[in-house]
Every structure is written in structure tokens, then in C-alpha cells.
């Protein structure tokens, strides 16, 4: 079997992955998703490669236990811990509760899930039931002398950590003289909230007592805690965005060494960003972004999508277009011209050859997820001189790692998470008649209610703001 090698963030090499001896399984933590706003198609591509990662681990034979968090608090809008919490921002923007707009974009997550074939983690955690556990981690700092207190919240000192910058290359002498970051109370640039307290002019939608006073734990503190409750002290594999290395990642190698004393994760992997023409990254809180409902209602398969994002390397960057977007629906078309008369032949993979190509893609995916270089092998395994019924277990062997569903007749799809109504506009509406509402603008927010009601939806205002709900 030839060795699996995954590129290591940690030390910028790819290197062969070996489970510790006597370990059962491969433990990963995958940051999930912020529910304050839809998913959109670039953290989308970051979950299709943390998916092929997991295939990948299986295909070679390995258990794995699988962990993505869900956050519901604590993430701001500013890295540098200042700004709104999103969570809040979603609900002012929605006009709902912050738990419902937790809720609401938590269902919305599964079904984008489910429509790309993303196999289920073995566990889904949320910061909102794991306080007490942030808590906790927190309070282990502060006996190991790692934290300080100012006028907003506890925060951890990262100059007592002197491996702080290594990970992400950050060249902190340099920071420290050209910093021009409002700093605050913060004793270096570089430190961070571990908890903060409630404002004491307003009350938070979410807050809860804690050893320093109410208030609510910061995001990176999150991750840190529950992948040590679900996964242990060492993780074998830390997942997400590039964009998380610099900070989030940075931030919980340092809380999680400084608190255990033990390396935090022994591969660090991230999948590069998906662009448009129009940004080099595409981002939630720009609001300018697109769903996989979108592109469900625009007439796309989701697997059309998730061949697109197979065919490039997950540390590349991935441009997005329509264009590209149709070129990989063709793509899937062809694929499945040659594979759909192959499904149900059972059959089992016993000639030589077979095995060949067998080994040929092992070796792709096994070569750093090289997935590009997989499709290539499908498509030219299908060319070849092979009996119809090894051809068809090849596409399945195959499939157990692309999850194109390959193997099975191409589902119907549907814009699920929204019963079919342009959610995005909807709360853009809502938004603006909530503003119009304020000016006094009746009209406005009269048109808009009736725009609304034409698009079947429903809007109840209440103490806590409008919700709104599709008729049935
Ligand atoms: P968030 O919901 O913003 O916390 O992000 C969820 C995941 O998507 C994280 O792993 C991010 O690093 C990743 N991500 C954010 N933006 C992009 C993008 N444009 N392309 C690919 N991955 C992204
Ligand atoms: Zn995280």
C-alpha cells in the first residue's frame, strides 16, 4: 500500500501520516461553521476537502473520530476582539432571537451538508452547551499565570509564550514596533480574549455567570475546549481555512499547549480560499456571497459543485464563475453517461489490471488528496479494456473517496433550506423595512410587507423583533 502523506502546516512539508502506535483512530477537529449567515459555496469548499481528507483517512484503512463545532457565541467582528458579536449582528439583521438565528442557519448548514454528500461528523459540538468546559480551560490559564484582566474581559498574555509567532511565521518584534493597532488595555498586539464581560449599559442575548463576572467566552476558547473534551489533549489532525492560521489557530495552539503542556495537534491542514472575479476571497460578512441554493435554483446540481472543488488541489486558490461552474456540469454529464449504465452490476475488483488502476488511484488521493489527478484516473479507467462489472466496482472504490454519488442514480435536488424562498432576500427586505420602520417610512415598510406577502412569506413583529416563516 503506498504511504499516506499529507502536507503539514505546522512545518510547511508533506509528510508521511502514521498513526501513533496502539492509537484505534484517527481523531480530527474541523472548525465548523459561525450560524449567524448562510454557509456560503467558499466554506463550502473548505468542508468538501476536510470530506475527501476523512475518505481518504478510510479508504487507507483508518478509523476515524470526526469533530466540527458549530459556533453560536463569542465570534466578533473584529479579530482583534473588538466589534459586534455576529450572532447579535445576524439577529438584528433577521429580526429574530439570537438561538433562532442559531437554529435557523444551523438547519440551512445540514442541508448544504447532506445536497454535497459531506459525510456526518462522528460529532457535532456547540460553544453555546460546552461553557462551562471554556470555563474550565480558562481557569487553568489564570492558575498557570497565563492571563490578565482589564476593564473588558480576561485575556491571555501571549508573551508568555514563546513560541507564540511560530506557528503562523509571524515575526512579532516586527509587530510590536509597526503596530498601529488600537490596542486597548491589551499588554502586547498579540493577545486575545478569553472571556468577556457583559456590557453594564445593556443585556446581552447571551451571557452567563463565570468566576471573573457575566458575560461570554471569546471564540478561539471555544475550539480549544471541546476538542480536548471529545478528542483528548493531542489531536491528530486540526482542520480549516488558511484564513484561521494566523489567529484562530495560532491562538489555540497557544491557550491549549500553555494549559496541557503537550503539542495541541500533530498535523495542522488548511484548505486554501475559493475567489471571484470580483474579491479574492469571498466572505460572509461583506454580505455579497453565494449559497448553494442559489446555485440549486439557478438550475445546478450540488454535484456539480463538488466536482468543481475536486478539480482543483485543495491548497490552491479556486476561482469561481459560472463559466467554470458549467464546464464542470458538462464534466459530470460525460461522467455519468459512462458510469450511470454501470450501476447495481455488482462484481468485485479481482483482475490484474483492475488492481492496477486501484492502486493508481489510491496513490492520487494518497499523494496530499491530489484529487485532480483521481478524476483524471476515473476518466481513463472508464476508456479502458476492462469487463463492465470491474469497471463498475471500480467506480464504486473510487466513489467511496470523490462521493460524487456515482453509484447510485443522480438524486433530484430542491432549494431545501428555505422551502424554496429566496432567503437572503427575504432578510434583506425585512432589514430594510425594519429600517423604514424606524423613519417613520410607512409606506416603505407597508410595499415591502406586501412584496413579501406575495412571495408567500409571513412576518410576525413581536418584543424581541420580526420573524417570518413560508406559508404552507
Ligand atoms: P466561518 O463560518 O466564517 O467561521 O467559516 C467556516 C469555514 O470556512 C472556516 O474553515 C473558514 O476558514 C472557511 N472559509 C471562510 N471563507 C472561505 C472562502 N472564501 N473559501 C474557502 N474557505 C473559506
Ligand atoms: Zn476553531
Known amino acids: 500500500m503506498p504511504e499516506l502523506r499529507l502536507y503539514n502546516t505546522a512545518t510547511r512539508r508533506v509528510e508521511p501520516f502514521i498513526l501513533p502506535e496502539g492509537q484505534p483512530e484517527v481523531r480530527i477537529y474541523c472548525c465548523g ?24 483517512l478510510q479508504y487507507n484503512g483508518l478509523k476515524v473520530k470526526h469533530v466540527v463545532n458549530i459556533t453560536d457565541v463569542g465570534h466578533l467582528t473584529s479579530d482583534e476582539d473588538s466589534g459586534e458579536d455576529k450572532m447579535e449582528k445576524g439577529a438584528a439583521r433577521t429580526g429574530k432571537t439570537v438561538w433562532e ?20 461528523p462522528s460529532v457535532w459540538c456547540k460553544a453555546t452547551d460546552h461553557i462551562q468546559e471554556q470555563i474550565d480551560l480558562v481557569k487553568t490559564l489564570e492558575d498557570k499565570g497565563y492571563t490578565y484582566r482589564t476593564s473588558d474581559g480576561i485575556y491571555f498574555d501571549s508573551s508568555k509564550f514563546s513560541r507564540y509567532g511560530d506557528f503562523a511565521r509571524i515575526d512579532i518584534d516586527g509587530l510590536k514596533d509597526g503596530s498601529r493597532i488600537d490596542m486597548g488595555e491589551k499588554k502586547n498586539p498579540t493577545d486575545f480574549a478569553l472571556w468577556k464581560f457583559s456590557p453594564t449599559d445593556k443585556k446581552r442575548a447571551m451571557e452567563w455567570p463565570s468566576p471573573w463576572g457575566v458575560g461570554f467566552p471569546g471564540w478561539h476558547i471555544e475550539c480549544s ?11 491528530d489532525i486540526h482542520c480549516g481555512g488558511t484564513d484561521h492560521i494566523r489567529v484562530h489557530h495560532t ?10 503542556e503537550k503539542p495541541f495537534a500533530r498535523f495542522w491542514m488548511h484548505g486554501e ?34 466536482l468543481l472543488a475536486l478539480t482543483s488541489h485543495y491548497r490552491n486558490y479556486l476561482n469561481f464563475s459560472f463559466e467554470a461552474l458549467d464546464n ?50 476515473l476518466n481513463l479507467m472508464l476508456k479502458d479494456d476492462l469487463q ?19 453509484a447510485q442514480p443522480l438524486t433530484v435536488v430542491r432549494e431545501a433550506s428555505t422551502n424554496s424562498v429566496d432567503a437572503t432576500k427575504v432578510e434583506a427586505l425585512l432589514a430594510e423595512r425594519a429600517t423604514a420602520r424606524k423613519n417613520k417610512d410607512f409606506k416603505t415598510s407597508d410595499r ?20 417570518w416563516e413560508v406559508k404552507s
Not at 288 to 293: S, V
Request: aromatic share 8%.
Open 33 to 56: 461553521p459561525t450560524v449567524y449567515h448562510f454557509a456560503h459555496i467558499g466554506n463550502l469548499r473548505t468542508y468538501i476537502f476536510e470530506d475527501i481528507l476523512r475518505r481518504t
Open 101 to 120: 438565528v442559531a437554529d435557523f442557519y444551523t438547519q440551512a448548514f445540514m442541508k448544504d451538508i447532506e445536497h454535497l454528500n459531506i459525510l456526518q
Open 225 to 235: 475546549a471541546m476538542a480536548q473534551k471529545h478528542l483528548g489533549q493531542t489531536l
Open 251 to 260: 491562538n489555540e495552539i497557544a491557550q491549549s499547549e500553555c494549559a496541557n
Open 273 to 306: 480560499f475559493l475567489r471571484t472575479a470580483a474579491s479574492d476571497k469571498m466572505s460572509k460578512s461583506s454580505g455579497e456571497f453565494l449559497t448553494l441554493d442559489v446555485l440549486i435554483r439557478d438550475g445546478y446540481h450540488p454535484m456539480d459543485y463538488r
Open 328 to 377: 464542470a456540469r458538462e464534466s459530470l454529464r460525460s461522467l455519468r453517461k459512462k458510469t450511470d449504465p454501470l450501476i447495481g452490476q455488482g462484481g468485485s475488483i479481482g483482475s490484474a489490471k483492475a488492481k492496477e488502476w486501484q492502486a493508481k488511484f489510491r496513490e492520487a488521493v494518497s499523494d496530499d488528496l491530489n484529487t485532480s489527478k483521481a478524476l483524471g484516473i
Open 388 to 406: 463492465d462489472y470491474e469497471k463498475s466496482a471500480l467506480v464504486r472504490d473510487f466513489d467511496s473517496v470523490l462521493g460524487l454519488g456515482l
Open 448 to 467: 415591502i410587507r406586501d412584496e413579501l406577502a406575495a412571495m408567500n412569506v409571513v412576518i410576525k413583529d413581536g418584543p424581541t423583533g420580526t420573524t
